[in-house]
């Protein structure tokens, strides 16, 4: 049980272009769900915090108009990453907490993104 | 804010052998969890074991038990009877609930045949 999947695992775009990265519940209802960033060889940076039917809630130095989060049902949050520049490179890695076991949360296998 | 420090980079051991990866943290909350997750190579994070803070008891699962000292700040994590599948990076991770985690930077951990 509490299976956290995230597609597309891996993505190339080009400077400029928008991608949009999912990240699902499979077998279990999520209230809220979070957004990590890892770069290479470092640990993981909580980016934002996503609450279904609400706004997210970002961390500070996290642009909010260029990581655009939308958590529109409870098994379904979205990261969308606008106008991407290659320094957003990196290995973007959700989570999702259980509405019965609120405390822990469990991780996607996580999307890398390269930008050209 | 909240931090996390693994002082640990990297540590290598022998197979079977017992080793201990430390962690202190800082809070200023009375109530949170702490966590210590495993990525092997494939980067997916697996929860390795949690602990209540406003329980005194360890948290044991199977090979893996944690020493909670909570006056100290301090929740080191042992392995015992390590495998060769252990190997990987481990972090140390505070907060728990609908608040997201604040990780540290992590331990190497190899384990030599």
């Known amino acids: 049980g509490a299976v956290v999947s995230q597609h597309p695992s891996w993505v190339i775009c080009k400077s400029g272009t928008s991608v949009k990265i999912e990240c699902r519940s499979l077998d279990f209802q999520a209230t809220t769900m979070f957004w990590y960033r890892q770069f290479p060889k470092q640990s993981l940076m909580l980016m934002a915090t996503?609450?279904?039917?609400?706004?997210?809630?970002?961390e500070q130095g996290v642009e909010k108009d260029k990581f655009l989060i939308n958590h529109a049902s409870l098994t379904l949050s979205t990261l969308t990453v606008t106008s991407a520049h290659p320094e957003d490179s990196s290995f973007y890695i959700c989570s999702a907490l259980p509405g019965t076991r609120g405390d822990t949360q469990y991780f996607g296998p996580g999307t890398r993104l390269t930008v050209l | 804010a909240q931090t996390v420090t693994q002082s640990q980079p990297e540590m290598s051991v022998q197979e079977a052998e017992t080793v201990t990866l430390s962690c202190t943290y800082d809070?200023?909350?009375?109530?949170?969890?702490l966590f210590w997750y495993k990525q092997p190579p494939s980067r997916q994070m697996i929860l390795v074991i949690r602990?209540?803070?406003?329980?005194?008891q360890n948290a044991t699962e199977n090979r893996f038990s944690v020493n909670f000292q909570k006056a100290a700040k301090s929740f080191s994590l042992k392995i015992s009877d390590s495998q060769l599948g252990d190997t990987a990076m481990y972090f140390c991770?505070?907060?728990?609930?609908?608040?997201?985690?604040?990780f540290g930077k992590g331990t190497h951990l190899i384990i030599q045949p």
């Open positions: 996503s609450n279904e039917g609400s706004k997210a809630t970002y």
């Open positions: 809070t200023s909350e009375n109530n949170y969890y």
């Open positions: 991770a505070l907060g728990g609930g609908a608040d997201g985690l604040t």
């Open positions: 602990q209540e803070a406003y329980k005194q």
